[in-house]
């Protein structure tokens, strides 16, 4: 264990964690919300610092990210614990569990980690996934600073619920976000992931203003986040706020972990795409294969510049610095 960063002393060895929105009180000999930080006689400690659940090389596009260094592979690694519980996590085995029922974690040195990413071809750099990764928030900061050190760029897949001052200190050293914006109701995040709208909307927005890369998820549940008024409120916040060019990915639903809901009929996802193409230039559809739903179109000149089928990735269009080569439109990070 290692003791925890953002968290303050309260009477009788109780703490308050300030990592995240929930700010939990724990009691000593407690775990807060995420599972994984545990009050130990009135000091917090993270109970997963450099312990490894999952470790591959994946294609960026899996996190996914269409527009930070297409076509590129990136260290992909994840630990255990989660900040939320979402009924539909596909991730639940290792989200939804502790130290004590999860039997096999690996140590893992940062420097372990960041040798791996670097002996890897076509990686450019790692990826905090599977999990929540702001859970593993000082494991996390310090791979990050030595990967910044050997020029690999670091992506957080992330939930968004943190609170500012964590988020603050690590924005530095994290390139590219990958943010599920599961819905936009306060509601839905109540019931369904036990968090809430607004703090993932104060992360997105301030992710912005660092001009920070950053590309949105929202998995389309049906009955749940699927209605189209909403849905169409959601896009045109994004655009008014956020801007035009936000990458959006509409992703199908499957049923998973406590959640039986039938799929996402294609037929919906194509209304939805519809919708948000209206106010955004960059749509994609995920969990399903659809004519154009993945390829990369140009707005300024209408070619399709970036072909996707699965994780085949054809960056045709696309000059070393992220230009359109048929206009010079600034469309993706460099190549």
């Known amino acids: 264990m290692k003791e925890a960063l953002f968290y303050k002393k309260l009477s009788n060895n109780k703490i308050k964690c300030n990592l995240c929105p929930h700010?939990?009180?724990?009691?000593?000999g407690k775990r807060g919300k995420c599972k994984v930080r545990f009050n130990n006689k009135g000091i917090l400690n993270s109970e997963i610092y450099n312990k490894l659940s999952s470790l591959n090389n994946d294609p960026i596009e899996k996190k996914p990210l269409y527009h930070f260094y297409p076509g590129r592979n990136i260290l992909s690694i994840g630990t255990i614990g989660c900040n939320l519980q979402c009924k539909f996590c596909q991730n639940w085995e290792i989200s939804q569990t502790s130290v004590d029922d999860f039997h096999y974690l690996k140590n893992i040195n940062a420097e372990e980690i960041v040798k791996i990413a670097t002996s890897y071809k076509n990686n450019v750099g790692i990826a905090y996934t599977y999990n929540e990764p702001i859970i593993w928030f000082e494991f996390m900061l310090e791979i990050a600073k030595l990967a910044k050190k050997k020029n690999l760029k670091n992506v957080?897949?992330?939930?968004?619920?943190?609170?500012?001052?964590?988020?603050?200190?690590?924005?530095?050293?994290i390139d590219a976000f990958s943010i599920d914006l599961k819905a936009y109701t306060d509601d839905f995040?109540?019931?369904?992931?036990?968090?809430?709208?607004?703090?993932?909307?104060?992360?997105?927005?301030?992710i912005n203003k660092n001009n920070k890369h950053f590309e949105l998820t929202n998995l389309v549940i049906p009955t749940l986040n699927d209605d189209v008024e909403i849905f169409e409120d959601m896009v045109k916040w994004i655009a008014n706020k956020l801007g035009k060019n936000t990458v959006f990915h509409i992703s199908r639903y499957f049923p998973m972990y406590q959640l039986k809901v039938e799929p996402t009929s294609v037929d919906k996802?194509?209304?939805?795409f519809k919708i948000a193409k209206k106010y955004l230039n960059y749509v994609y559809l995920g969990n399903v294969s659809l004519p154009n739903g993945e390829n990369t179109i140009c707005d300024n000149c209408g070619k399709t510049v970036i072909t996707r089928q699965g994780y085949c990735v054809k960056n045709e269009g696309i000059d070393e610095e992220?230009?359109?080569k048929y206009c010079g439109n600034k469309i993706v990070e460099s190549l």
Not at 164 to 169: A, D, F, G, H, I
Not at 189 to 206: F, R
Not at 269 to 272: A, F, N, T, V
């Open 23 to 28: 700010n939990c009180i724990i009691n000593d």
């Open 189 to 206: 995040y109540k019931k369904i992931t036990n968090s809430g709208l607004q703090a993932v909307k104060n992360t997105i927005e301030l």
């Open 322 to 324: 992220g230009k359109c």
């Open 269 to 272: 996802l194509m209304d939805l």
């Open 156 to 173: 957080m897949v992330t939930n968004a619920y943190i609170n500012r001052e964590p988020l603050e200190l690590i924005l530095p050293y």
